[in-house]
């Protein structure tokens, strides 16, 4: 009996999609999977050479990566990116769900729907354009905060507001797809994260303390990007987490103040 060749003993390197993965927890995330051996493609808006650190990073841990800028509120830059992402690479076996916005003043002062736009209705659009490339068993991970996750349920930052709610919407829509994406074998997971250090929301909370002249609700450590990374590259491998399930990083939910 002859042996197989070695390339016919290796197996296929799998492939992720990383939204928003130029920078923060999206960058993170890119990082913590190219460790597990994923092969990683990222969007970015406009912030093309940050996105090139991430493919160099990625390329100094022995794997493959390519950037690609996109606006995932227009649907024609979302037809593009699949169009570069199905030349890339035969298959996704993974699709992370991060970019998020609408904290960008001049953004949603030009258009006061561009939070939805993008946190929930670019979200769907997204997944629709990438069910062709997933492989049956593929994972669909939506990241957001504890704070989007129980929208309606604890204290809002007005400044966080809109982004909470349009991003509690984007969950709430994919998880009213969940049965068709399990007809095609597809999981979806929702990851709500705590604050994160160095990120806006821990920042916004103490500005809103100090006017209130108020403690915050800012723990006295936060988990930072690389610690949010693993986390959420850990929940996206592990296949005993059924469809549908919530993982939850950071403080407990029932630990936020509620409304």
């Known amino acids: 009996m002859s042996m197989p060749s070695e ?6 390197r799998r492939a992720a999609l990383i939204t ?5 927890i999206g960058a993170a995330t890119t990082l913590a999977l190219a460790r597990r051996g ?3 493609i ?8 940050r ?3 991430v493919v160099a990073a990625v390329a100094a841990l022995g794997g493959n990566a390519l950037a690609i800028a996109a606006d995932m509120t227009e649907q024609a830059a979302i037809d593009a ?3 570069r992402v199905g030349a890339w690479c035969a298959r996704l076996d993974l699709l992370v769900l991060n970019a998020s916005g609408g904290l960008e003043r001049d953004l949603v002062a030009a258009d006061p729907d561009y939070p939805l736009r993008l946190n929930r209705d670019a979200q769907l659009a997204t ?3 990438a069910r062709p490339l997933l492989a049956p068993g593929g994972t669909i991970a939506f990241i957001t905060s ?21 991003k509690h919407a984007g969950e709430v829509a994919l998880r009213e797809r969940q049965d068709e994406l399990a007809a095609q074998g597809l999981r979806l997971l929702v990851i709500t994260g705590d604050l994160v250090e160095g990120t806006i929301t821990p920042k916004l909370l103490a500005r809103a303390a100090d006017r209130l002249h108020q403690a915050t609700d800012v723990p006295d450590r936060l988990p930072t990007t690389d610690e949010m990374g693993e986390a959420i590259a850990a929940a996206a491998n592990d296949t005993r987490l059924p469809s549908g399930h919530t993982v939850v990083i950071g403080r407990g939910l029932d630990e936020l103040p509620l409304d």
């Open 7 to 12: 390339r016919e003993a290796v197996a296929p």
């Open 20 to 24: 928003g993965g130029s920078r923060g």
């Open 38 to 40: 994923y092969d990683t």
């Open 42 to 49: 990222i969007t970015y808006r406009n912030k093309a050479a």
């Open 51 to 53: 996105a090139e650190e």
């Open 81 to 83: 990116l699949f169009g």
């Open 127 to 129: 997944v629709a354009a």
């Open 146 to 166: 504890h704070w989007a996750h129980r929208y309606g349920q604890v204290r809002q930052l007005p400044a966080y507001e809109a982004v909470a709610m349009s």
